[in-house]
Every structure is written in structure tokens, then in C-alpha cells.
């Protein structure tokens, strides 16, 4: 089985910087596009950042200049480097990565979800 495993969130003031980092593990083939979402309490989840396989980035209008997403092949792991941090940045921040893993004598694909890591950005 595969998971993503995230770490990093906590409380901290206005203008202030964190790093979220997300762990892919388990029977891994490959990792092609990796991304941050969040969810703040009562609004849609939405898109943050994403970086392909080859390190293209993008990421939405209200974060860029602020915040980089950058990954590590090698540990499987994808960050998302959050400055200048506002108080409507607290959310819920969930990793999602598109997986090939192993399963018996196949490779299959699978889009997995991180478990959610709180970020709150408050005085």
C-alpha cells in the first residue's frame, strides 16, 4: 500500500513562515504530479500549488510570490514553503500525488490524499 504522510503545520502570526512537507511510502513505481491543497472551515477545497514530474510548478493567484512547492525524487517528497503568511492562509493543508505503484505482478495508478496538516495563521 501507498501513503502520504504530512508534517509541519502549527500556529503562527501574521507575516510569518512555514514549510509543509509530505512523504510519499510503500510500494512506489513512480510519482508523476504532486500538489498542496486546502480547506478552510466552511469553504470548498481548493488548489494551491502543483509541480510535475519534471518540476513545473503552478499555483493559485492568491498564494504566488508567497508560497514554493518544490519536490525531492529521491525521498519521495513534495514542500510547500509558505511566507508572508496571512490569516486567511489558515486552513487545513492536504498533499495529493498521482502514484504508480506495485500490486502483484502489475504497476497500477492511483491519485492518493494525505491525511491534512492545520495551519493557522492568527495574532
Known amino acids: 500500500q501507498v501513503q502520504l504522510v504530512e508534517s509541519g503545520g502549527g500556529l503562527v502570526q501574521p507575516g510569518e513562515s512555514l514549510r509543509l512537507s509530505c512523504a510519499a511510502s510503500?510500494?512506489?513505481?513512480?510519482?508523476?504530479?504532486m500538489g498542496w491543497y486546502r480547506q478552510a472551515p466552511g469553504k470548498q477545497r481548493e488548489l494551491v500549488a502543483t509541480i510535475s514530474s519534471g518540476g513545473n510548478t503552478d499555483y493559485v493567484e492568491s498564494v504566488r510570490g508567497r508560497f514554493t512547492i518544490s519536490r525531492d525524487n529521491a525521498k519521495n517528497t513534495v514542500y510547500l514553503q509558505m511566507n508572508s503568511l496571512k490569516p486567511e492562509d489558515t486552513a487545513i493543508y492536504y498533499c495529493?500525488?498521482?502514484?504508480?505503484?506495485?500490486?502483484?505482478?502489475?504497476?497500477?495508478?492511483?491519485?492518493?490524499w494525505g491525511q491534512g496538516t492545520q495551519v493557522t495563521v492568527s495574532s
Open positions: 495529493n500525488a498521482d502514484i504508480t505503484y506495485y500490486s502483484d505482478y502489475y504497476r497500477k495508478l492511483r491519485n492518493y
Open positions: 510503500g510500494s512506489i513505481f513512480s510519482i508523476n504530479a
